[in-house]
């Protein structure tokens, strides 16, 4: 059960007033969750600040920098009724004058904020032109008592188009209000070594910087944050590896009969990559150790097929698989692919997600509990109380990017002593799988299957967009079918982004009906149906965000072009380019990027012309990722993870691996009282299951 003392911070941000059904969405979006709560704006921590701290005289004012000035107001020279000259306002100080300058605002509002004869003092942008003091649009604009109130470190945000800073500041203080005091979880040695403040203080001064280095990414209070989310997650790691260790595993036997029928199905042969994987997996499952087994393998790779092979070494054996994928687009495509193929061995197959209900559902259930499906492929819907398995001997996760121990935790829940296999399409450095996985086996497939052919990579500046257009245009008039990948909607609305709908809008005149869009705030069902009209065809061309990313499936998709490619990561431009090269014909990524790229964009798009070997990217991405991105922004970071980041923290987690091998040999229950406050962390960052499966054994 969650902690009393965390309540509010799970309340809804709908309760906070000003925030309606259109903002809540916005926030949904923003803060990545369907109901945003208190706890996941307090988890969004700012980028950035806004230093109003500066106070000069008039005459001291650096151009070009954020000033805070004191002013007396003289007057107003409103804007002519027509045309487009500003409303000005004249103000000095005993040792110079400045004017403050508004386009498009009506007088009265002006007027009030700004009124002769008083005095205000004025934040923002300060400008010299014609020789003359500025500034157009401040930021703030208060009297005496105002300024008591003005932030002079103002956190600035990650945003989403149509929240302003504002908003966020105003839902992220709210949340760290609502945070108490919490015990301490850390080791007091190394909290005092690491001159630590506690969680609470920590977390308000990112949303109440006093300095603006306490925003930045080392400093010790962002450090110690990122320490309590490593610890959170390697201390839920350690605890489902010390219960799955707790309980035995189950022998299965097999010989490899149902095995024989599917590949006799294949019209191709496994690689030796997969050979080996499958060779490792069924020793895993033949004996009588549990199994917690990684497969990484690039997308491509064939990782589907080593799943169902391992799954049917335990149906062989009498037993029930389950196959789970993090989308119902990745869901339906895997079932699409195994169905067949399942058949042709005998294996009965069925598929479960959300949208499965009523009497199909029931039915489907009474089959599961009885035995009589032997491979459910399915979505989190699998995890619903209600579903239960005859004998559930192999939850295989296929996690794609999203790394949580919980999906695995209520997987292996569903059975007795389930073998679990999680396979991930990131190529993760090796230095990095422990982070993830924590003390897991690994198979690899590095092997890309025969008869693919390189993708030609061409990076081209944005200048040459029509250009680029024409040859998708030609392509696709020669049958070709065309990804168009346009950097989130979602995104930060500072930056200078091409947004999905904006490009569509644009292709559609130039493709008509040939263009289909596809994006993350629309409906799954419209998602699949988009998708479902690119694979057949009906519209050659899709216009996306970076929904494909997670390992859809177009074979006759041959080109892909990425906008703004200097804005995502390596390891997500890797995953975007693996869309095309899937079937026979020579495919092409284009890398449309803003001329002239900063340094470490280059890197990047060269190390993507040079390379197609994911296991490659992914160590260069760390090193980049090591040079200091600006936080908050969508490259950074470690997937899965709010605030740590593998390149920046490595020693913190090295530290935290460590803290949680000594925590479960010391109090593997968490009973003591670091282990009570231990318990609390795990919830603050909803590693909780851990907790669950603590108290249940
Ligand atoms: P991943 O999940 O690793 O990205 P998939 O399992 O989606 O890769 O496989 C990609 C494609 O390659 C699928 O169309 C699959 O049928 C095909 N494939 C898998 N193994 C082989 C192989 N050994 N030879 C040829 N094609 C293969
Ligand atoms: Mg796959």
């Known amino acids: 059960m969650r902690p009393p003392v965390l309540t509010p911070l799970f309340a809804g941000l709908n309760t906070l007033s000003g925030i309606g059904p259109k903002f809540l969405k916005l926030f949904a979006q923003l803060l990545g969750n369907d109901e945003p709560r208190f706890l996941d704006a307090l988890f969004h921590l700012p980028h950035s600040v806004i230093d109003r701290r500066a106070r000069p005289k008039l005459r001291e004012v650096q151009p070009d920098t954020i000033v805070t000035v004191e002013v007396h107001i003289d007057k107003h020279k409103p804007a002519p009724p027509r045309g487009r000259a500003p409303h000005r306002v004249l103000a000095h100080d005993e040792t110079n004058d400045i004017e403050f300058v508004f386009f498009g605002m009506p007088r009265e509002r002006i007027e009030k904020m700004l009124p002769a004869g008083e005095k205000r003092f004025v934040s923002g942008k300060a400008i010299l032109y014609d020789g003359r003091l500025q500034m157009t649009h401040p930021d703030r604009v208060v009297d005496e008592a105002g300024l008591a109130k003005l932030a002079a470190v103002e956190p600035v945000y990650p945003l989403t188009q149509g929240l302003s800073n504002a908003m966020l500041r105003r839902a992220c203080t709210a949340a760290s209000d609502r945070l108490p005091e919490l015990p301490e979880w850390i080791d007091g040695a190394f909290l005092r070594a690491k001159r630590y403040d506690s969680f609470r203080l920590s977390m308000r001064r990112m949303h109440a910087p006093e300095e603006p280095s306490d925003v930045e990414a080392l400093s010790i209070q962002r450090s110690r944050l990122a320490y309590d989310e490593l610890l959170a997650h390697q201390l839920a790691l350690a605890l489902v590896r010390s219960d799955m260790k707790r309980e035995p ?6 010989n490899g009969r149902l095995q024989a029928k599917i590949e006799a199905a294949l019209p191709f042969s496994l690689t030796q990559s997969q050979r080996r994987a499958v060779d490792e997996i069924k ?6 150790e549990r199994m917690l087994r990684l497969l990484q393998g690039d997308v491509g790779s064939g990782k589907t097929l080593v799943a169902l092979l391992a799954a049917a070494h335990v149906i062989e054996s009498g037993k029930q698989a389950v196959i789970m994928a993090p989308t119902e687009v990745l869901a339906r495509q895997h079932h699409a692919r195994i169905a067949p193929l399942a058949e042709a061995a005998g294996i009965r197959t069925e598929i479960l997600t959300g949208r499965e209900r009523g009497a199909p559902r029931n039915a489907l259930l009474t089959d599961l509990a009885n035995g009589s499906i032997q491979l459910l492929v399915g979505t989190h819907a699998v ?6 398995f005859a004998d559930l001997a192999l939850a295989v996760v296929d996690e794609q990017h999203r790394f949580g121990v919980h999906q695995r935790l209520a997987l292996a829940d569903k059975g007795e002593a389930a073998d679990v296999l999680v396979m991930t399409a990131t190529p993760i450095p090796r230095t990095l799988v422990l982070t993830y996985f924590g003390d897991m086996d690994v198979s690899e497939l590095r092997e890309k299957p025969a008869g693919r052919m390189p993708i030609e990579t061409v990076a081209v500046a944005l200048e040459r967009l029509h250009e680029v257009v024409e040859a998708v245009r030609r392509a696709v008039d020669s049958g070709a079918r065309a990804y168009w990948i346009c950097p989130l909607v979602e995104e930060s609305e500072e930056v200078d982004f091409a947004a999905a709908e904006e490009r569509f809008a644009h292709l559609q005149e ?6 289909g869009l596809v994006h993350g705030r629309m409906k799954a069902a419209d998602k699949d149906e988009a998708m479902e009209r690119f694979a057949s065809g009906a519209t050659p061309v899709l216009v996306a965000t970076t929904v494909v990313e997670v390992g859809v499936d177009v074979p006759e998709a041959t080109i892909i072009v990425i906008e703004h490619a200097e804005r995502f990561g390596l390891a997500q431009l890797h995953q975007l380019r693996g869309r095309v090269g899937r079937g026979h014909e020579k495919s092409t990524c284009l890398l449309l990027y803003r001329a002239p790229p900063g340094p470490t964009a280059k890197r990047r798009l060269e190390t993507m012309r040079e390379t197609q070997d994911g296991f490659r990217i992914a160590e260069e991405d760390l090193a980049l990722r090591g040079e200091g991105e600006i936080l908050g922004t969508r490259q950074s970071g470690m997937p899965g993870f709010k605030i740590a980041d593998a390149s920046l ?23 003591s009282a670091r282990g009570e406050a231990l318990r609390i962390l795990l919830h603050l960052f909803e590693r909780e299951d851990a907790v669950r499966l603590l108290d249940a054994g």
Not at 283 to 288: E, I, Q, T
């Open 649 to 671: 923290h490595r020693d913190l987690l090295e530290t935290a691996r460590r803290d949680a091998a000594l925590i479960v040999t010391n109090d593997p229950a968490l009973k």
């Open 383 to 388: 995890f619903q109380d209600d579903v239960a």
């Open 249 to 254: 595993g189950r022998a299965h036997t097999a």
């Open 283 to 288: 020793a895993d499952l033949s004996s009588g």
């Open 510 to 515: 130039l493709f008509g009906a040939q263009a």
